[in-house]
């Protein structure tokens, strides 16, 4: 089988390409031809010699994502994709428009998810397996690729799509470089956001990093009663064990941290969570995202109505917390993380199901 040449580094196919006695500087043309020309063919990479160009396409894939369903939003301005791996598995890719330049999209790490949060799609569908760097980085190109088409640029990249990208630790750190590399895609480090359930160890080492990278923890609770029963991981890392790490983050990076908390209505969007929040964060260098919940197949709970929203926002100024209200973008197309895949299976499903009794559906669509 051939092998996929995003999964290289530059390093990988400098040493690569030195075996097939090609000079030093082909490994650094290649690199421009797919990261900052982006072309999904090796014929297009017409300063490589036509016998170079050959053997590339006969031992390497350029793109591997197949897009099975694509969904815009009804405002158009958030554009979800499903893309197959050559393995059958599924992720999904969000790009959210903005009116300003920005054009942020919103990337997986990960087929499923292993920390089953109970409100999460892809929780709920359990780990399958993680994504390499290569195949986190290519659903960025894959936006890339079409906004430049359009005379536009891909600005922004947040890793909040499926999987815990902690849990995908060196890929994902890999990932980031290469979105970052101003040889390629090129996208400034305070213009990636990298978000976690809460892997401690994980935290604590990205701090060592020396990156500029936006750091989300998702918090959703301030009890570790209440936070476990959400987030299973918090049993194993509970909460004053995360804001220790998280804060020694902020002492070691300068950095500030985002903390995000979907309100589910009568669970974690009373006043008195809101003060404990308060309390948890007072003093540190933190700004929160409250997200109403987007519902999910398999959780009960149901998104808080504008004004809890609003009262749970007023706690929290008051104890000196900056918090943004994010709207649940393309909420229409089952924007949120894994609810996309989940949907598309279901429906295979009911297909599946009707398919024995041999009958043609009614619905012509
Ligand atoms: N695994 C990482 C990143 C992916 S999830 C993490 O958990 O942080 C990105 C964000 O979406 C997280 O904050 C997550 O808690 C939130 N999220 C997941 N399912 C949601 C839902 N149904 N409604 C609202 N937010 C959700
Ligand atoms: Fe995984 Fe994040 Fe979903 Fe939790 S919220 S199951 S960590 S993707």
């Keep these: 089988m051939k092998k996929a040449i995003y999964d290289f580094s530059l390093d990988e196919l400098t040493g690569l390409l030195a075996t097939w006695h090609q ?6 043309q290649l690199w421009e031809w797919l990261y900052r020309r982006k072309v999904t063919d090796f014929a297009a990479m017409t300063n490589l010699p036509a016998d170079l160009r050959a053997r590339l396409a006969d031992e390497f894939t350029i793109t591997r994502l197949e897009p099975v369903a694509e969904l815009r939003s009804s405002d158009g301005q958030t554009v979800k994709h499903l893309l197959r791996l050559p393995d059958g598995q599924m992720i999904e890719s969000v790009l959210m428009e903005y009116d300003d330049e920005r054009r942020t999209a919103c990337i997986s790490t990960q087929a499923g998810c292993a920390m089953g949060c109970v409100f999460c799609a892809t929780g709920q569908m359990g780990f ?40 995908n630790y060196d890929a994902t750190l890999e990932a980031i470089r290469r979105l970052n590399d101003e040889r390629g895609l090129n996208i400034g480090q305070r213009h990636i956001t990298v978000s976690t359930v809460g892997l401690v160890p994980a935290i604590r080492r990205f701090a060592d990093e020396g990156l500029q990278v936006k750091l989300a923890i998702s918090l959703h609770a301030a009890t570790d009663e209440e936070r476990s029963k959400l987030l299973p991981i918090n049993r194993r890392w509970p909460l004053r064990e995360l804001m220790d790490a998280v804060r020694e983050y902020i002492a070691r990076t300068g950095r500030r941290v985002t903390f995000e908390w979907a309100l589910i209505a009568g669970e974690n969007d009373t006043p008195e969570q809101a003060e404990r929040l308060g309390a948890l964060l007072e003093g540190t260098k933190a700004h929160v995202n409250l997200i109403p919940l987007n519902p999910t197949p398999e959780y009960g709970g149901r998104p808080s109505d504008p004004q809890r929203v609003a009262a749970f926002q007023r706690v929290l100024t008051r104890h000196g917390i900056t918090s943004t209200v ?25 297909r599946a199901k009707a398919e024995p009794a041999g009958e043609e559906s009614t619905d012509s669509r």
């Design 23 to 28: 000079p030093a500087y082909r490994a650094r």
């Design 128 to 167: 399958a397996r993680h994504l390499t760097a290569g195949e986190i980085v290519e659903q960025a190109l894959i936006f890339a690729r079409q906004l430049e088409a359009e005379g536009e640029r891909l600005s922004n990249v947040v890793l909040m799509g499926m999987g815990e990208p902690f849990h």
């Design 326 to 350: 994010r709207v649940r973008r393309g909420i229409d197309i089952q924007a949120g993380c894994g609810q996309l895949k989940a949907e598309v299976q279901r429906a295979a499903r009911r």
